[in-house]
């Protein structure tokens, strides 16, 4: 038995629709600033195109996506963000969670709920954080660190409750014979400066020490990154990071990648072996990297 989920992360969909004078009067006026001068050279329609492509040839059989499909939440960003979702595959194939540029003002999570609904949802159809989706060996389990905040903030948030549900599902999950990966946007350990961070990471780890996890996947940092957490009884849990899937290649962050897991064994001597494949200068996707995560 081989699962495979494919992981993508921070589409951040280019180019930006026109925004209407109205909907610049709070923080997405720094946020279309900043579009302008910095982050529309950066995300490429076509790189993220090209990713896709290549991702759907290794016909996964989930795909997540963890966050940032928008860039200064705009609500033409979230029809045409459904759209893209869509087009990845089966809402019950794509699984999704928000990042802190899809919730960037306080009107955003409605019309995240609204359009992108159907990939966010538990088995029951049943809509909130965090959802448990089953598909195969795997429980997903979505988690939602986007909060609308301050202007040149790009912090996340989880909450008591929101921890103190993951704690309970991570306990009822580690009786049953599921191989746990958790979905966030922004990731539990990072170099990245304390205005980007999530918050409340410390008591993330904790809950993920106490109660354990096989997998745990983020976007957030536009990079590569591999951290291992702590879990119960001395064992590790890998964090890793994906960067933009639409970033072109030559900027200052990574290029555009995703990440391929093969989940294979039996429960609890589950395999696990990461496949990373990147788009490179002349514009192809290759494999760039490959490891077991698993002993
Ligand atoms: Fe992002």
Known sequence: MSFTLAHLSDPHLAPLPEPAWRELMNKRATGYFNWLRRRRFIHDASVLETIVADLEAQAPDHIAV??????????????RGRGWLESLGNPRDVSFVPGNH???????AAFAARQWGAQMT??????????VRRRGPLALIGLSSGVPTAPFLATGWLGTQQLAGLAEILVKLAREDVFRVVLIHHPPVTLAARHKRLLDATVLKRVIATHGADLLIHGHDH?????????????KVPAVGVPSASARPGTSKDA???????IGGVPRAWTCEMISRGIGANGE????????LTP
């Open 66 to 79: 963890t966050g940032d499909i928008a860039n200064i939440a705009l609500s033409a960003e979230f029809t």
């Open 102 to 108: 899809d919730i960037y003002v306080p009107e955003a």
């Open 122 to 131: 538990d088995d029951e159809g049943v809509a909130g954080f965090p959802y």
């Open 223 to 235: 990079r590569h990154m591999l951290n291992w957490l702590d879990g119960p009884r001395g064992s």
């Open 256 to 262: 555009a990648a995703y990440n391929l897991y093969r």
């Open 285 to 292: 996707v290759t494999e760039i990297g490959r490891m077991m």
